[in-house]
C-alpha cells in the first residue's frame, strides 16, 4: 500500500509542497509553512467533468443588485447600503470585541422579515440564549449549536434560511479531512462549501473568522480572496467604541466606519461619533489639537495630543498611538528642516485621544501643530481645527473633501480651521458663507506654525 505524503501548506497563500521550507516560494514570507495530512479517501471514482451552459455577455440580461437592510444602520453603512442575496461576508476582530453580540443583533432584526439560520460552533444553546436575553432579544429565529460541516449543510437545506450566520468558520470542520478544526486544510475547504452554498442557494452568509496576534484574518490568506466582503471590528479593551471596518468589499466602497458603543444591553449605534474622540475641555493644554479625519464619506473630528520632554538616555524615545510612526518621524523631520524645530535630545509621544486609529495624511498638519506646541509650551486655542497633508519640502498640500469637514466644525461649534492654500479655489467662498468659522489658508509649514500661534 502507498505511504501518503504529508504536504505543507503556507498560512498566508495557500502554496503547497511535499516538504518544509523556511521561507515560502509564493509569497516569500518566513515560517508560515505548517504540516497537513492528505484527505482521506471515501473510495469514489475520479467523476469526469460535463461541460456547462454559457452564454454571449450581451446576452445575459441585466439584474437589479437585490440588497436588503441588517436593521443596524452603522452595519448597512459598511456594507455599502445592506446585505446583498447570494454574498459571503466574513467578520474578524479580536476576542471578546463584539464580533457574536453584533451579528446576534443582525439576526433579530433580520428575522423580522427573513427566515434567519445561526449556526453556532462555539456556543451551546443555553449560552446563546443567554446572550439573547442579555441583549433583549424577542425576535424568533431558528438556532443550533453544530461543529461538523455535513450536518450544517443539511439543516441548512431543511430550514432553506435566507440568511446563514456561522460563528465561528474555524470551528467547522470536514469530517473527510485529517486535522483539527481551525486547520489551514479544514479553514479552506469549509469556506469553499459555504461559498458555493451561498451561491448556488442566494443565500447570504455571515461568517466570524478569529484573527492571529498580528492582527491578521486565522488561516490562509486567500481565505479573504474566496470571500465577497472581509470586515473588520475594532476597539481598544479599555475603551466602550467599537470601529466596524470594510478592508474588502465587491459590493461597495471599503471607506466607511460604523461606530458602535460596548454597552450591557450590547452594541449601540453611535450617529455622531466626534464627540466621542475629542476631550470635553475646550480649553486645550499645549500639545492638542484637533484635526477632521474623512472616513468615507463621514467626517470625524479627532484630538492629537503630543508630548515633548527633555530626555537623560543617549537616544530618545520616540512613540505613537494611533498613528503610524514612520508618519510621525516624517512631520518632525519637516519641522527640523523647514520650521527650525529641533528635537534633538528629546523625548517624544504622541497618542490620538479615543484609541482611534488615524491613517489618512490629512492629520499631518494637526500632527505638526501638536509636536510644535508642546514643545514651545504653547497651547493652540480650543476652538481651532487643523487638516492639511505636509510634503517632504515643508509644502502643506491639498485634501480630500475639505467641504465635508468645514461643515463638520462648524457643527460643532469650533470658530477657526486652518487649511490648505491649494484648497481654496475649490471652495470658491462667498462672504457669507461659513460666516460662524474663520478660514485660514496656509502654503506651507512654517506659515501654519506662525498662524497657528499668534497671540500667543
Not at 456556543?123 to 443550533?144: C, G, P, Y
Not at 470542520?173 to 442557494?201: C, M
Not at 505636509?390 to 460643532?412: C, D, H, M, Y
Request: hydrophobic share 40%; aromatic share 6%.
Amino acid at each position: 500500500m502507498a505511504r501518503k505524503i504529508s504536504l505543507f501548506c503556507c498560512t498566508d497563500c495557500g502554496y503547497e509542497t511535499q516538504k518544509w521550507l523556511g521561507r515560502c516560494p509564493g509569497c516569500e514570507a518566513w515560517n508560515t509553512l505548517v504540516e497537513e495530512k492528505p484527505a482521506l479517501s471515501r473510495g469514489k471514482p475520479a467523476r469526469k467533468g460535463s461541460p456547462v451552459e454559457s452564454s454571449s455577455i450581451e446576452e445575459i440580461p441585466a439584474a437589479a443588485e437585490e440588497r436588503f437592510k441588517t436593521g443596524v444602520n452603522e452595519f448597512d453603512r459598511v456594507l455599502g447600503g445592506g446585505m446583498v442575496a447570494g454574498s459571503v461576508v466574513l467578520l474578524g476582530g479580536d476576542p471578546g470585541i463584539g464580533k457574536s453580540t453584533i451579528l446576534l443583533q443582525a439576526a433579530a432584526r433580520l428575522a423580522g422579515g427573513r427566515n434567519v439560520f445561526y449556526a453556532s460552533g462555539e456556543e451551546s444553546l443555553h449560552q446563546v440564549k443567554m446572550r439573547s436575553d442579555r441583549l433583549n432579544i424577542r425576535e424568533s429565529f431558528r438556532v443550533a449549536a453544530v461543529t461538523d460541516l455535513d450536518g450544517l449543510l443539511e439543516t441548512a437545506a431543511e430550514v432553506k434560511p435566507a440568511v446563514l450566520i456561522v460563528d465561528s468558520v474555524q470551528s467547522i470542520y470536514r469530517s473527510d479531512l485529517d486535522g483539527v478544526p481551525g486547520s489551514v486544510r479544514q479553514v479552506r475547504e469549509v469556506t469553499g462549501e459555504l461559498v458555493r452554498l451561498a451561491k448556488d442557494k442566494n443565500i447570504a452568509v455571515f461568517l466570524v473568522g478569529h484573527v492571529t496576534k498580528e492582527g491578521t484574518m486565522a488561516g490562509p490568506r486567500l481565505l479573504e480572496h474566496m470571500v465577497d466582503c472581509v470586515l473588520y471590528l475594532e476597539g481598544d479593551r479599555y475603551q466602550s467604541f467599537r470601529v466596524l471596518r470594510g478592508v474588502k468589499n465587491r459590493y461597495g466602497s471599503t471607506n466607511e466606519i460604523g461606530v458602535f458603543l460596548m454597552e450591557e444591553e450590547g452594541l449601540i449605534e453611535v450617529d455622531n461619533p466626534s464627540h466621542l474622540f475629542m476631550t470635553g475641555n475646550r480649553e486645550q493644554a499645549p500639545g492638542a489639537v484637533v484635526t477632521a479625519s474623512m472616513e468615507g464619506t463621514r467626517p470625524l473630528l479627532v484630538e492629537i495630543q503630543s508630548l515633548v520632554a527633555p530626555t537623560s538616555y543617549p537616544s530618545p524615545r520616540r512613540t505613537s498611538t494611533g498613528i503610524d510612526l514612520n508618519r510621525v518621524a516624517l512631520v518632525m523631520a519637516v519641522l527640523e528642516k523647514h520650521a527650525g524645530i529641533s528635537f534633538f535630545n528629546l523625548d517624544t509621544f504622541v497618542n490620538v485621544v479615543g484609541g482611534v486609529r488615524l491613517y489618512e495624511p490629512a492629520a499631518d498638519l494637526a500632527l505638526a501643530l501638536s509636536l510644535a506646541s508642546s514643545l514651545k509650551g504653547k497651547s493652540l486655542s480650543g476652538d481651532t481645527v487643523a487638516v492639511g497633508e505636509v510634503g517632504l519640502t515643508g509644502e502643506i498640500r491639498p485634501v480630500s473633501r475639505i467641504r465635508q469637514r468645514i461643515n463638520e466644525a462648524e457643527k460643532l461649534g469650533f470658530k477657526r480651521l486652518i487649511y490648505p492654500e491649494a484648497n481654496r479655489s475649490e471652495l470658491k467662498l462667498s462672504k457669507n458663507q461659513h460666516k460662524g468659522l474663520q478660514l485660514i489658508s496656509v502654503d506651507n509649514i512654517r506659515e501654519a506654525i506662525g498662524v497657528a500661534f499668534v497671540g500667543k
